[in-house]
């Protein structure tokens, strides 16, 4: 079972930045990932849905 009883949670949908969340994934498996990312860019360009997913995957599994 993981963190807040949620048995088997995969991380949301996020379609995009393939790399991005390659690199972010894999800093969160290693356990580096820092306490703060800064997260810049074009208006539309995905900012808040990749924090919000970074969010999820990091607090709710």
Not at 21 to 31: C, Q
């Amino acid at each position: 079972m993981t963190r807040r009883g949620r048995a088997d949670a995969s991380p949301p949908a996020f379609r995009g930045h393939k790399e991005l969340r390659a690199a972010l994934s894999s800093a969160l498996a290693r356990e580096t990932l820092p306490a703060t990312v800064l997260i810049h860019g074009m208006p539309g360009c995905g900012k808040q849905s990749l924090a919000l997913w970074l969010a999820r995957i990091r607090l709710c599994t």
